[in-house]
């Protein structure tokens, strides 16, 4: 069964055969992380057994001074004491010393773990087709980037090397016990059958409680990115209130789980603390009654109440680690969610090399659909020689933008193929093909940097004056110089802050520096007055010469300066011919020119 997607953090409804393949899923991960660091962690498991063992051995120490070493002393034969006294230093020194290179050996582990995740993470989405991140929002892609790994990050950093030592010494405790006083250890083990309810019940409130609170607090960061990045939006519909509102709830709603797990801590706590004394209690009544009868000495006795006492040190440690221990293994699942995805248009085996290609465009029989959607593209046969300009027009949602998706290799189509130069585009290598197809959206993204690294992306390695022609033949020239540094305007600081428009025409030169074999430009000129259109158009001619175009635009005056015109409307080409055919003719474009043409006068 195919996991891909599974959308593991809003449910909690999840099968066992799911919930199963999604654990297996991250242990593949942590193996697959932790294996090339093998020698490393041995030496840590032999330093950390020692270390234990060290500590353990204090309390016998104890009993074998009390009961052989000091009536020896006594008797004025002091080198047994000395001796006992040595060893129980150096037991302690050595175990310290252990201990610290432990703690050394698990930080460097767990930092190199930390900062691979990371870089997988980052290196993994960006490489993610356009697919995945349409139906994976932003928010939660951030939450994997930041709260997931900072849980990770906890866990890492304190919690794991705490765990194993504390598990470890109170295993070692128990056997120490068992071989100096089985009775004594006997008394512990019935103090296990509580403190066992006691943590199990506590294991599963706050592991619900946790659950609930990342649920919670992921919301959170959702509704707040999701805010930020429309703001422009929420002011503008006085969204502001009602924004509030609903974020005090989500709040109020992390308050009461966090206020829940205090209160769970408020009952775990003392409840470990009182089955502790109990259980020393009993050690020392049952241990004390046998030795009144001279069944035991009483430097056993000590060490015996010693080992009990000592038993439940770790026990509130290991229930908080447990804690993010859980937070970080549900974290590793997602963050493994993701890892696991796989790009919707994958990189082919073999690539053609597609050297300079001509730019001829073919769609032979090309159904698409998104995900799950309803049909996009009905069964579209369509040929773009190369050197043609094509002006696509149509309703809006007919599927013009689609179209060009697919040309740009976005997506690709559910069946049918979509060819360049008579290569399958599924078979192109994805850096020729994004060299050889250039799509210019509305959008026009701008990154931080200044305005000439901004169009440099075209064609890295380009020179300035390469730079200023290609500005140049779209027009930009000019409102670039007028900024305060020019071209080394910084666009996202202040003062370098551009128009839409200006993003458009930055884009555009952008475009053209890349001098690409087809170019698309979806409404890339809709942010245009009228008279930065015509100069961008005026420099379209020259620049398209030589080059396969589709332009989509609502404006006609595009259309003029195209060689061939498709009217599309619900997902199929319905009018294919020149302009002046199909404006001389009945059809849906006749109409449309018409109508713009007497807007004109
Ligand atoms: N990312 C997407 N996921 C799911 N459906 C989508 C997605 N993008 C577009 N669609 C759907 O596909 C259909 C075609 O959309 P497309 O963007 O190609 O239209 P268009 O012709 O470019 O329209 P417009 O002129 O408004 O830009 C629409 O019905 C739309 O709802
Ligand atoms: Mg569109």
């Known amino acids: 069964m195919s996991m891909q997607g599974t959308n593991n953090e809003e449910r909690t409804d999840l099968n066992k055969e799911e919930s199963r ?183 599963v409130q706050t592991n619900r409680g946790y659950r609930k609170q990342r649920v919670a607090s992921a919301k959170l960061i959702q509704y707040f990115v999701e805010t930020m990045t429309g703001i422009r939006a929420v002011k503008a519909f006085r969204k502001e209130k009602r924004n509030e509102e609903h974020f005090g709830n989500l709040v109020e709603d992390y308050r009461g789980h966090n206020a829940r797990l205090i209160q769970l801590f408020g009952i775990y706590d003392p409840g470990l603390i009182l089955i502790g004394n109990i259980t020393v209690a009993a050690v020392l009544l049952v241990g004390g009654l046998r030795v009144i009868e001279g069944d035991l000495g009483i430097g056993v006795l000590t060490a015996a109440i010693l080992y009990a006492r000592r038993f439940f040190d770790p026990m509130e440690d290991i229930a908080i680690f447990y804690n993010s221990y859980q937070s970080a293994a549900s974290a590793l699942e997602k963050i493994s969610g993701v890892l696991e995805e796989e790009p919707s248009v994958p990189e082919p085996q073999a690539p053609v090399k597609l050297e300079r290609a001509r730019g001829e465009i073919r769609f032979d029989s090309v159904e698409f659909k998104y995900n799950t959607g309803p049909v996009v593209l009905h069964k579209l046969d369509l040929e773009i020689p190369a050197g043609q300009t094509i002006a696509l027009v149509g309703t809006t949602g007919a599927g013009k933008s689609t179209l060009a998706k697919l040309i740009s290799r976005f997506y690709d189509p559910a069946s049918g193929t979509v060819l360049i130069d008579g290569i399958d585009l599924r078979e192109v290598a994805n850096t020729d093909l994004r060299r050889e197809v250039v799509m210019v959206t509305q959008e026009a993204y701008l990154f931080s940097g200044s305005v000439a690294d901004n169009i440099l992306l075209g064609r890295p390695g380009a020179s300035f004056e390469d730079v200023v022609a290609a500005a140049k033949a779209v027009g930009a020239d000019e409102f670039i110089r007028s900024l305060p540094e020019g071209y080394d305007t910084d666009v996202n600081k202040r003062g370098g802050r551009v128009s839409a428009g200006q993003r458009q025409l930055i884009s555009f030169a952008r475009a053209f520096l890349a001098n690409p074999a087809v170019l698309i430009l979806d409404e890339a000129t809709s942010s245009l007055d009228i008279p930065s259109e015509r100069m961008v158009q005026r420099g379209l001619k020259t620049l398209l010469s030589g080059r396969t175009a589709v332009i989509i635009a609502h404006r006609l005056s595009t259309v003029a300066i195209a060689d061939r015109v498709l009217v599309m409307e619900h997902g199929k080409v319905i009018e294919d011919g020149s302009p002046a055919e199909l404006a001389a003719g009945e059809g849906k474009f006749a109409k449309l020119y018409k109508a713009w043409r007497d807007s004109l006068v």
């Open 21 to 203: 393949y999604i654990r297996a899923r991250s242990r593949k991960l942590l193996f697959s992380m932790l294996a090339p660091m093998k020698a490393r962690l041995a030496s840590a498991a032999v330093l950390v057994l020692f270390s234990t063992a060290m500590r353990v051995a204090g309390p016998a120490l104890i009993a074998l001074g009390i009961d052989w070493a000091l009536p020896n002393a006594v008797e004025g034969r002091l080198g047994s004491l000395w001796l006992v006294v040595g060893g129980y230093l150096s037991a302690a020194l050595l175990s310290a010393v252990l201990v610290y290179y432990f703690l050394m050996i698990t930080a460097k582990v767990s930092q190199k773990m930390l900062f691979e995740l990371r870089n997988r993470m980052f290196v993994h989405t960006q490489k993610l087709s356009v697919e995945f991140h349409e139906r994976y929002t932003a928010g939660r892609v951030i939450a994997r980037q930041t709260s997931d790994l900072e849980s990770i990050k906890e866990l890492l950093a304190g919690g794991m090397g705490q765990l194993v030592v504390g598990l470890l010494f109170m295993v070692f405790t128990a056997i120490a016990l068992l071989i100096l006083d089985p009775i004594s250890f006997l008394v512990l083990l019935v103090s296990l059958l509580p403190l066992g309810i006691l943590t199990r019940w506590f294991q």
